[in-house]
């Protein structure tokens, strides 16, 4: 046995549940890590630049592309009739959404050819010198407009029912309607959509992508190029931002490049300009919420009917699990005994609207939150007292079952409401500010205390898998990869951790290597907050197996019982001796064991039946409360966030720091939402806020001057997760929630808060003012 | 005539006469130098994620300034020191203690946006020891973070302010004296640079009289200061403008002096450089001032540009005009002045005749007993573009009734325009709230504003009436304004 001297310690370095630091942030702060702009281009790379629609629904009678392919440095002009497959990259298979554009253009800014240049430049100034011809049909850009013109639906709607909710709202003591329109949001990942398409022998293409679903891009790729799957691969170290803007509309840009590098046989690189990535890519859902409540002078709920209508853009792309997820979390925390909700997926002549961090999720909490509002302000009393009168009950209250008929079994609302309640002051304060607003002429505060409870899992039963791939190599040293991509959410270093704590080696023997389709195939896209509780599971699976090959080879080795193998830091002891890890690893090779293991997972429980409007679409469920206090200028309609406390669960944390990020970041995002980020199209279709100087995403000044975030250390995921964590990706974006209702409040004083102020979303300074005048009125 | 610029670059000098007139910096150290620390976020100096350091010598300083290199022509930095995020940490590759912050702090997430942020926490690093919140928040307010919420990069901020290391450790303070001398001698000749390339050509004038007699010759030439402006005119719009002068380099345009005319602000002075002297002058200028684009775009773009690109939203002009300033416009012909005002003729028409520049504007002398205040209103507090923007000045005579009074809207019209049915209305009368209620509805009279994206013509006639219900009661001391941080945090 080799006894060779090692440093005892204690601990490794990044075990689970540990606060290190991003795995990639030295790289970060010295400009050293690398994002597809940045590889060293192949010799003889070119770049391309796409030529848009110029209308927002028209057929195209004639393109002209002479000017384009005389300008200096063009080398090709793709159109449709350059793709050897199939002209389509609809994510769902339902083929409406075509790579380019051939007879007829759908929204301003549709792709309809692309020039391949030498230089990026050259390829931009060409895209500008086409000559198309156009008969332009009737469009329309928003929900209003779509219903109005008798829009088709993109995808099938959804309906949940239960109980008996035409009856109940009939017996209801007081009803009352309403109606709210939620904004839609841009992603604004700081770096743009881009791909790097080298092509191979053979039909062998490889390509570098900023996308969240490398496998999606490969199909994509594999159909474009009419290939099989094995032809291509797809490579991901990191993505700048993602936010589910690189979900589906990744391949876009990789396709196009991958088609124009096979037919060049030279490299080829597409990154859009920012305005461009904004004009052509899908946002966040708006949505139009038409809702009937029924509730008794408590405030207590009887009933809820509700429609949730969509633009979902010229093609249906997430927009059918967007919209069903929307309807998943209508109910926000709240039991609704009887309740009917249906989704209206509208089609407008706009971009085609994609995932976005909550995935519909966020509107649909915002439309329950504004019916919690409504009957707190129609029966009198703090909106905080309606919310708990309504929560979900513990198992066997009879008052757990989802309007999707699914239990709340893990329900800790009340307890984290409470906790936040106490520490942010919240009784007090929302005095005080009632207090400080009767002597106020113009300034105005509010307050508000929102709660956020999300389902956990992609409500596509089949995306619920994993897999990931480990080698140990005859040094100690471990690779690892795994299907989940890195967009800054530090999903690597969990992951990282997780195969560290397993092996109980210091984490910096683990290399984390970037996501191929090559290594870990048939992923799904890191998306639904799942990155960690499926990649984690699954890297844990293939760790697993082979130290359990590692624990076989010991026993026989040194012929002691498996219970006598225990890996200790850095170190594993057989019997009464102990030996490195680097020396048993050395030793189980010289005996053939096998040191690299395949690692899979797949959720269990979980089951949805989309028809039937029933069944267990989530593993489980994770929750969160914020705070907020905010004063208006009811001069302007401008406002500022003073204070916001967050109480936000993440189970038992795999990385507090890394999870605390979290939580701030997507809590500043939600608030950016429902504040000032504002899409806005003109009368002809054009995205007029298509730059960061026209859409405003929030500051390091607008975050809350006081900034208090804390996790629910005493939580623990009841499930059987990776540590016993909780997704944290979506669900803390909803506790920007608290903004929206604490400006509501705001204004309501203007009323004495005898009013619902019914502020629509995003509340941008100009519907804070609008509000208050309409109060004023009153 | 000389055809190169010479220019240093992190530690290397650097003389380049192979450039088109508007190769970006950006494009310069990514594509030429492949140096890839700084990104593009935005190409148009909103979101910093391509901010470096600039150091030029400004009255015998060598002073750093962040800039958004996306926009920053590469023909603008003749005698400058070009700091890029690579030239940060040690050459042993220790991290720059602003860098380890970041780390310790946990300031990056996806990390696309965390150079640019390192560079304006540098930035900040040098030029304030002990930034107050209120501060750092103002320097940040170029970069735009997605990720972080931005909490842990303000901390970083205040970590590192609050340990700070040895000078010796810091690349620029290690070098500073050999770069400011390599700077010197190259600043030494006046020589007008001419760089041509495929038919293009960038003209660096050495003099003002140089600069006339180039735009004498040139009467079609684009004349680039900070190029905030002209920038996203080659970015976005691919406009081929040709010749490109460059005059930020031309320290004459860059004095600020006071005599009993008033205040004089030479047309180069850039936004960071008038605000100590205009906010001193007029308070409520230099809390506008605090509010234009983010730091990077106050480093870079002037005043005199602010004013020469017409604008309708700028944001000095209504400022500037209801303080009563003048305009100077110089060319071989000689100068002559005219009020502000006069200046905006109609949308994209201003009163610049071929070959003309604009030389300075000048404030007249404060006047203690008036009241002045400008509001600016967008959709985000900071680093926006204003949906409206109100400035107005009053002066009362003995009797407490309006004496003078300006009243200048920007976003209101297709220039920058006075509000005049309102001052009539005003004029003569007390200055009271019935007055001031009653003369309302004259705003009607003054502007048909249009509805776009940044708000509806009924937001901005409301507001513009509200702004003044907002002049009232502050000049009544009864004002009641939102403000992020109490006057002893900032």
């Given at each position: 046995m080799d006894n060779t001297t090692f440093e005892a310690k204690g601990t490794i370095t990044g075990p689970m549940h540990a606060s290190l630091k991003h795995d990639s942030a030295h790289k970060h702060v010295t400009g050293s890590a690398e994002y597809i702009d940045d590889m060293p281009e192949p010799a003889g790379t070119l770049h391309a630049a796409l030529g848009l629609s110029e209308r927002a629904h028209a057929d195209i009678l004639a393109i002209d592309l002479s000017a384009v392919k005389a300008a200096p440095g063009v080398v090709a002009v793709i159109t449709a009739d350059d793709i050897p497959g199939v002209n389509d990259v609809s994510s769902n298979g339902s083929h409406d959404e075509p790579l380019l554009a051939t007879t007829k253009v759908e929204f301003h800014g549709q792709p309809i050819f692309v020039v391949i240049g030498e230089t990026r430049d050259q390829a931009r100034r060409a895209a500008r010198l086409a000559r198309i011809d156009y008969r332009d049909l009737p469009h329309w850009t928003d929900i209003d407009g779509a219903l109005e013109n008798g829009a088709p639906l993109v995808v099938s709607p959804m309906t949940l029912k239960r109980g008996e909710p035409e009856t109940e709202m009939g017996n209801a003591p007081r009803r009352l309607t309403g109606q709210m329109y939620i904004g839609g949001q841009e992603h604004f990942y700081l770096e743009s959509q881009i791909a790097l398409a080298i092509p191979g022998e053979d039909e062998d293409v490889t390509v570098w992508s900023s996308t969240q679903h490398p496998t999606e891009v490969q199909h994509m790729v594999a159909h474009v190029l009419a290939c099989a799957s094995h032809a291509v691969t797809v490579n991901t170290r990191r993505m700048g931002g993602g936010f589910g803007g690189k979900e589906t509309q990744g391949a876009h840009f990789a396709c196009l490049a991958a088609v124009a590098a096979k037919k060049l046989n030279r490299a080829v690189k597409f990154r859009p300009d920012r305005d461009e990535d904004m004009m052509v890519t899908g946002k966040r859902h708006d949505f139009r919420v038409d809702y009937e409540l029924g509730f008794d002078d408590e405030g207590r709920i009887h009933a809820v009917d509700a429609t949730f209508a969509a633009r979902c853009g010229f093609s249906s792309d997430l927009s059918g699990p967007v919209t069903d997820r929307a309807l998943f979390h209508a109910d926000s925390s709240y039991f609704y005994p009887h309740v009917h909700l249906t989704s209206k997926p509208l089609k407008t002549h706009t971009c085609s609207n994609t995932a976005f961090r909550g995935f519909g999720g966020p509107q649909g909490m915002v439309g329950g939150e504004r019916f919690i509002e409504e009957i707190a302000y129609a029966v009198g009393k703090d909106p905080l007292d309606i919310r708990k009168l309504n929560f979900y009950g513990e198992p066997g209250s009879g008052r757990t079952l989802t309007p999707y008929h699914q239990e709340v079994e893990d329900n800790i609302l009340l307890r984290l409401v409470e906790e936040l309640e106490t520490s942010s002051d919240y009784r007090a304060r929302r005095q005080a500010i009632m207090e400080f607003n009767a002597n106020s002429p113009v300034i105005r505060k509010g307050i508000a205390l929102t709660p956020v409870k999300f389902g956990i899992s992609f409500t596509m039963t089949a995306f619920n898998q994993a897999g990931a791939l480990v080698h140990v190599y005859s040094d100690g040293s471990i690779h690892l990869n795994h299907g989940g991509t890195e967009m800054g959410q530090g999903l690597y270093t969990k992951v990282a951790q997780v195969v560290a704590d397993t092996f109980q080696v210091d984490i910096e023997r683990v290399k984390i290597t970037a996501t191929s389709t090559g290594k870990v195939p048939n992923t799904s896209a890191t998306a639904a907050s799942s990155g960690s509780d499926l990649n984690g599971m699954a890297a844990y699976d293939a760790a697993r197996q082979i130290k359990e090959r590692l624990i076989e080879f010991a026993c026989r080795k040194w012929q002691v019982a498996a219970s006598d193998v225990e890996f200790l830091p850095n170190r594993v002891r057989v019997g009464t001796d102990t030996l490195t890890f680097d020396a048993l690893v050395k030793a189980a090779y010289f005996d053939r064991v096998q040191l690299s293991a395949a690692g899979f997972y797949k959720t269990p429980k979980i089951h949805w039946d989309r028809a039937a409007g029933r069944g267990r679409p989530f593993y489980y469920f994770a929750y969160g409360a914020a705070c907020s206090e905010v004063s208006i200028d009811t001069l302007t309609g401008e406002y500022l966030v003073d204070r916001t406390d967050i109480l936000h669960d993440v189970g038992r944390s795999l990385n507090p720091v890394i999870d605390i990020g979290q939580v701030e970041g997507a809590f500043v995002q939600g608030m950016g939402w429902l504040t000032t980020e504002e899409l806005w199209w003109d009368g002809k279709g054009r995205l007029r806020t298509h730059a960061p100087s026209t859409y405003k995403i929030p500051l390091a000044s607008d975050r809350p001057k006081i900034f208090n975030v804390k996790l629910a250390e005493w939580s623990e995921n009841r499930e059987q997760t990776i540590g016993r964590s909780k997704a944290v990706g979506e669900p803390p974006f909803m506790l920007g929630i608290s903004v929206l209702e604490a400006l509501s409040m705001a204004v309501a004083s203007i009323a004495d808060y005898t009013v619902c102020p019914r502020l629509d979303a995003p509340a941008t300074p100009e519907r804070v003012l609008m509000a208050v005048e309409r109060l004023k009125a009153m | 005539m000389t055809s190169a610029i010479r220019f240093v670059l992190n530690g290397e000098e650097v003389s380049l006469g192979d450039f088109a007139p508007t190769e970006t910096l950006l494009d310069y150290l990514r594509l030429r130098r492949r140096l890839t620390g700084s990104k593009e976020g935005?190409?148009?100096?909103?979101?910093?994620?391509?901010t470096v350091l600039v150091g030029r010598l400004i009255g015998g300083a060598l002073r750093y300034e962040s800039v958004n290199a996306c926009i920053r022509f590469v023909g603008s930095l003749h005698g400058t020191h070009v700091v890029t995020v690579e030239h940060l940490a040690a050459r042993d590759g220790r991290l720059h203690p602003v860098q380890q912050a970041m780390v310790d702090c946990h300031g990056s997430q996806c990390g696309f946006c965390t150079p640019g942020f390192v560079m304006s926490l540098y930035g900040l690093w040098m030029a304030n020891e002990n930034p107050s919140r209120a501060e750092i928040e103002i320097a940040l307010q170029g970069n735009l973070c997605r990720c972080t919420g931005y909490e842990p990069i303000v901390k970083a901020a205040e970590q590192v302010a609050a340990a700070r290391p040895s000078a010796l450790f810091d690349p620029i303070e290690r070098d500073r004296a050999e770069i400011m001398a390599k700077l010197w001698t190259i600043r030494t000749s006046s020589d007008t640079i001419r760089v041509e390339k495929d038919n293009r050509q960038a003209i660096i004038p050495g003099t003002l009289q140089a600069l006339a007699e180039v735009l004498s010759d040139n009467p079609g030439a684009t004349i680039v200061a900070g190029a905030t402006d002209v920038g996203l005119w080659v970015t976005k719009q691919m406009r081929p403008i040709n010749p490109v002068v460059f005059i930020n380099h031309l320290t004459d345009l860059q004095t600020i002096t006071e005599d009993e005319t008033g205040l004089v602000i030479g047309a180069g002075v850039t936004y960071a450089q008038a605000f100590e002297v205009l906010e001193a002058y007029h308070p409520a200028l230099g809390r506008l001032i605090d509010r234009i684009g983010g730091q990077q775009v106050r480093n870079m773009g002037t005043i005199g540009g602010n004013i020469a690109n017409g604008s309708p939203i700028g944001d000095t002009p209504p400022a500037l005009i209801a303080l009563g300033a003048t305009v100077t416009l110089r060319s071989t012909a000689g100068s002559r002045t005219l009020p502000l005002e006069d200046f905006f003729i109609d949308y994209g028409r201003q009163d610049r005749q071929p070959g003309e520049f604009v030389e300075k504007l000048t404030l007249p002398p404060p006047d203690d007993e008036a009241f002045y205040a400008v509001y600016k209103i967008s959709k985000r507090r900071d680093e926006d573009i204003s949906a409206l923007c109100g400035a107005f000045y009053l002066t009362l005579d003995g009797e407490g009734c309006v004496d003078t009074c300006r009243i200048a809207f920007g976003g209101m019209a297709g220039i920058p325009k006075r509000a005049k049915a309102v001052e009539e209305a005003l004029t003569g009368r007390p200055w009271s709230w019935n007055t001031v209620a009653s003369v309302r509805d004259a705003f009607d009279e003054d502007y048909q504003p249009l509805t776009d994206w940044r708000a509806t013509a009924e937001y901005r006639a409301i507001t513009a009436r509200n702004l003044l219900t907002r002049f009232f009661l502050e000049t009544a001391g009864q004002s009641q304004e939102l403000a992020r941080f109490e006057p002893e945090e900032a």
């Open positions: - | 935005c190409a148009e100096g909103d979101c910093g994620a391509c």
